[in-house]
């Protein structure tokens, strides 16, 4: 059941991105009926660096749909969990050899982020935990003192929590 949701959520995004007709034969008026902004918190924490490519370029087509369809978005994202072992090419050569492609899309998806003005937050256990010289993370990147901390803050102030999984 897994793999059929992950490849129904592919073949999604695969059309949305190769024509303008799903991009405007679709929309999410009744979600954002009314809205001219929204705040969300994604929170990330995958085992594959492949699972991490796939959702951290989910989050950039999230943002530019909502910037489509006339909402301005302000979002965050933490990264938690082992995921912090994706997120440079130069903490482990041999694991970014081993997914290369997926490195590539996840550094692209961090940069495509960046410029959008969203804030990844790197919880700083995690990276001690999965021994992560932080020095290494991109500075696109914040690292937080704790990952959970952060996103109860930012639930707090507002942010709507999207759980990705």
């Given at each position: 059941?897994?793999?059929?949701?992950?490849?129904?959520?592919?073949?999604?995004?695969?059309?949305?991105?190769?024509?303008?007709?799903?991009?405007?034969?679709?929309?999410?008026?009744?979600?954002?009926?009314?809205?001219?902004?929204?705040?969300?918190?994604?929170?990330?924490?995958?085992?594959?660096?492949?699972?991490?490519?796939?959702?951290?370029?989910?989050?950039?087509?999230?943002?530019?749909?909502?910037?489509?369809?006339?909402?301005?978005?302000?979002?965050?994202?933490?990264?938690?969990?082992?995921?912090?072992?994706?997120?440079?090419?130069?903490?482990?050569?041999?694991?970014?050899?081993?997914?290369?492609?997926?490195f590539t899309s996840i550094q692209a998806s961090i940069q495509a982020?960046?410029?959008?003005?969203?804030?990844?937050?790197?919880?700083?256990?995690?990276?001690?935990?999965?021994?992560?010289?932080?020095?290494?993370?991109?500075?696109?990147?914040?690292?937080?003192?704790?990952?959970?901390?952060?996103?109860?803050?930012?639930?707090?102030?507002?942010?709507?929590?999207?759980?990705?999984?």
């Amino acid at each position: 059941m897994y793999y059929y949701l992950q490849t129904v959520l592919l073949s999604i995004v695969l059309m949305g991105s190769s024509g303008s007709y799903a991009k405007t034969a679709y929309n999410d008026s009744a979600a954002l009926n009314g809205l001219s902004e929204a705040k969300a918190v994604f929170l990330i924490d995958f085992k594959t660096a492949k699972k991490t490519a796939f959702y951290m370029d989910l989050i950039v087509g999230t943002y530019d749909g909502m910037v489509r369809q006339g909402v301005k978005p302000e979002m965050v994202v933490v990264i938690i969990g082992p995921t912090v072992k994706f997120l440079s090419q130069t903490a482990d050569p041999e694991l970014t050899f081993e997914y290369e492609e997926a490195f590539t899309s996840i550094q692209a998806s961090i940069q495509a982020l960046h410029l959008r003005g969203v804030r990844m937050e790197v919880c700083a256990i995690a990276t001690e935990l999965f021994q992560i010289d932080n020095q290494h993370l991109p500075k696109a990147l914040d690292l937080v003192a704790d990952g959970f901390v952060s996103l109860i803050g930012w639930q707090t102030q507002g942010y709507k929590l999207v759980p990705v999984f």
